[in-house]
C-alpha cells in the first residue's frame, strides 16, 4: 500500500490541501476545533507523515542536529564505559560537520508513543537519528524510512539485512574468543556477559557460542554462557562468581565483560587465584584509555570499538543527510589482544604450567 498523501489527508478531512498544510504548520487562527478534529481524524487513520525527503535535499531547511535515541532511563547511562565514550566520540564528530546533538531517552512503555515523538521532531528540530541499544524486535526506524527520515542503527539484527545499520561484529568476536581457549587446550571455560537476552549484541553473541559448540558437540567441552541482568545488584554478581569460581567446580578460563571485573578481581583475590597460573581471564569488552585500574591493562582483552562505530554512523548519517543516496550498511571487525592474563591450563598433576608465547 502507497504511503498516504496530504491529499489523501485533504479528500478524507474534506477540506483543501491549503487548510491541512495550514494545519501541519499549526496554523489554527482561522480553523475551527471541528476542522481541526477532522483533518486529525484523518492523519490517524490514514497514518499520515509529512515526506521530509525532499525537502531535506536543500541544505537551507537543515537543522544541523542529529538526536541520539537510547532506550533506557538516562539515569543510567554511566554505569558502564559504552555511553560515556560514544558521547565523547560523538561530540568530537559532530563538531567536524557542524552539528549538533540531542538525546532522547525512550524510556516510555509505548514504543509507539516514542516512534511518534522521534518522528515530529524530525519534522522540525533535527535532520537525522542514531538508534542505540536495539533490540531484535526494535523496527521504529521503518517508521523513520516510510517518512523519509535520515537515520542509522548503531547495532545488527541477526535476521535483518536491508536496514541502515553500523555495528561491532560481535558473532565473530566470540568465535574468535573461544576459538582462542580452544587452542590453548581450555576445556572448561566461562563466558560471563550482560544485557537482556534479546538485545542484539546478546543475540549474536549467543547466538556465535551456540554454533561454536554446536560445531564441536563430539568433544568433551564444558563451555558455559552466563548472561547477567543489568539490574543485578553488586552483592547478588559477587555471589554467582563466588559460586562460579569455588575450587570444587572452577573453570580454567573466563571470558568476562569489562563492567564486571571489579566484583570478578574481588572474588579471584578472596580465593586467592593466581591469574593465569591458576585461571585464564579475557576482558570482552574493553575500553582503551578510559581510566581502568591499571591492573587490567595487561589483561588479554577484545578491545571495544564503540567510538569507531559511533564515528563511522555519524558520517554516514550526515551523509544521507546531505545526499539522500543509498546507505551502506558496515560491520566493524573486533580482534583478541593476546596479553599476559591467559596461557594454556596445567597439566594433570598441577606441575607444569604451559604457556603461549605473549604477542605484544
Not at 475551527?32 to 492523519?43: C, G, L, Q, V
Not at 554511566?78 to 531517552?105: C, H, Q, R, W
Not at 554462557?225 to 570444587?248: M, V
Not at 581502568?292 to 563511522?312: G, H, L, M, P
Amino acid at each position: 500500500m502507497k504511503n498516504a498523501t496530504i491529499s489523501d489527508v485533504a479528500k478524507l478531512s474534506g477540506v483543501s490541501k491549503s487548510t491541512v498544510s495550514n494545519y501541519l504548520n499549526g496554523n489554527f487562527e482561522r480553523m475551527s476545533d471541528e476542522t481541526k478534529k477532522k483533518i486529525k481524524n484523518a492523519i490517524d487513520e490514514l497514518g499520515y507523515t509529512p515526506s521530509l525527503s525532499a525537502r531535506r535535499l536543500s541544505s537551507k531547511n537543515h537543522s544541523k542536529t542529529v538526536c541520539l535515541a537510547i532506550p533506557r532511563n538516562i539515569s543510567h547511562l554511566n554505569d558502564t564505559m559504552y555511553y560515556p565514550v560514544i558521547f565523547s566520540a560523538l561530540g568530537e564528530e559532530a563538531k567536524k560537520f557542524d552539528y549538533n546533538t540531542l538525546i532522547y531517552s525512550m524510556d516510555s512503555d509505548d514504543i509507539n508513543k516514542d516512534t511518534e515523538y522521534l518522528k515530529s521532531l524530525s519534522s522540525s528540530l533535527v535532520d537525522g537519528i542514531l538508534l542505540y541499544d536495539l533490540e531484535e524486535d526494535s523496527l521504529a526506524f521503518r517508521e523513520f524510512e516510510r517518512a523519509g527520515i535520515p537515520y542509522v542503527c548503531v547495532g545488527k539484527i541477526l535476521s535483518l539485512e536491508n536496514y541502515n545499520y553500523v555495528a561491532s561484529d560481535h558473532g565473530k568476536a566470540m568465535k574468535d574468543v573461544l576459538e582462542y581457549f580452544y587452542n590453548l587446550e581450555h576445556k572448561k571455560v566461562a563466558i560471563v556477559t550482560e544485557g537482556k537476552s534479546n538485545s542484539v549484541v546478546q543475540t549474536v553473541r549467543s547466538t556465535a557460542f551456540n554454533e561454536f559448540m554446536s560445531e564441536r558437540k563430539e568433544e568433551k567441552l564444558d563451555y558455559s554462557y552466563i548472561r547477567i541482568n543489568q539490574n543485578e545488584s553488586s552483592s547478588d554478581i559477587k555471589l554467582l562468581f563466588n559460586e562460579l569460581l569455588n575450587p570444587a567446580n572452577r573453570p580454567t578460563a573466563v571470558g568476562i565483560i569489562s563492567c564486571f571485573m571489579n566484583q570478578f578481581m574481588d572474588v579471584v583475590k578472596g580465593y586467592g587465584i593466581r591469574i593465569p597460573e591458576d585461571l585464564s581471564v579475557m576482558i570482552l569488552e574493553y575500553y582503551k584509555n578510559s581510566n581502568v585500574d591499571e591492573e587490567y591493562q595487561d589483561f588479554t582483552c577484545v578491545e571495544s570499538k564503540a567510538e569507531k562505530v559511533t564515528r563511522i554512523a555519524m558520517r554516514k548519517l550526515v551523509k544521507l543527510i546531505d545526499s539522500g543516496k543509498p546507505f551502506e550498511s558496515e560491520l566493524v571487525g573486533l580482534k583478541v589482544c593476546v596479553k599476559n592474563s591467559t596461557s594454556k591450563p596445567k597439566k594433570q598433576g598441577g606441575r607444569k604450567l604451559w604457556r603461549k608465547d605473549i604477542q605484544k
